[in-house]
């Protein structure tokens, strides 16, 4: 309920403040998960749309719900940006995520296993139809996507209700994010193999030809310079907001 409420809800009040005061551009943060479990790759926009959880279904619904806005009303310039796997931190060290508990995401808890927050990262599942068993995303700078959001301003009078990816093109597994990592912090890091975790999928990563088309945009940072950032700014703030 609080997926629902919070994403579907909040953004009908945004919606409804922005008709009010005569506001139609709008980008919204949508997801890559709205392609549901990929039936081909590379991921482009015309891939069909589905979900296998429930924020990505609220990510879909609010999809569906642009579309019918701008159905209604031309007036309106929508783009809707796919993200992929947002990671890193920004290069002065002074910005950066810090997970509330344990954290979810791959890139947050291999940083806490480097930094000796944590003992060992849990592989979730190495027997996935990819390189070498271990699921495979499509990691992108934190940075790069801010770029992406001007890019879509400057752009968005040429934009109807466009759905855009915004990834690198490039899948990484698991083991490749681990090895990667180790390298840019000169950590070892321990890992074991566990169960698969319910709702993942084998392989997700972007066609980003859409993106380069319209908006110009192109992403400017590599697997490297993610781990490099990203580690910079949890050696500098173990601790960070406890
Ligand atoms: N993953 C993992 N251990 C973790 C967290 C994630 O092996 O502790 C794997 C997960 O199965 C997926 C990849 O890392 O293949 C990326 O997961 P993440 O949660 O970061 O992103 P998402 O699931 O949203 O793509």
Known sequence: ?????????????????????????????????????PTYLTLDEKHPLSAT????????FIEEI????????????IALLRYFNPIGAHSSGL?????NGIPNNLLP???QVA????????????DYETVDGTGVRDYI??????????????????????AINLGTGNGYSVLEMLSAFEKASGKKILHKIEARRAGDIASCYANAK??????????????????????NWQNKNPNVYE
């Open 1 to 37: 309920m609080e997926y629902y409420d919070n994403n579907i809800n909040g953004t009908l009040c945004i919606l409804r403040a922005m008709k009010k005061n005569s506001i139609y551009n709008l980008v919204f943060s949508s997801s890559a998960t709205v392609y549901g479990d």
């Open 53 to 60: 959880n429930s924020y990505g279904r609220t990510k879909l």
């Open 66 to 77: 642009l579309r019918d806005i701008y159905a209604s009303d031309k007036s309106w310039h």
């Open 95 to 99: 910005i950066g995520e810090s997970a």
């Open 109 to 111: 808890y291999i940083s």
């Open 115 to 126: 930094v000796g927050k944590r003992e060992a990262l849990s592989v979730c599942g190495d």
């Open 141 to 162: 700078h934190v940075v790069d996507l801010p770029i992406g959001h001007l890019k879509a301003l400057e752009n968005i009078s040429s934009l109807v209700c466009d």
């Open 210 to 231: 859409k993106v380069q088309e319209l908006l110009c945009w192109i992403a400017t940072k590599n697997i490297d310079d993610m781990c490099r950032n990203g580690w």
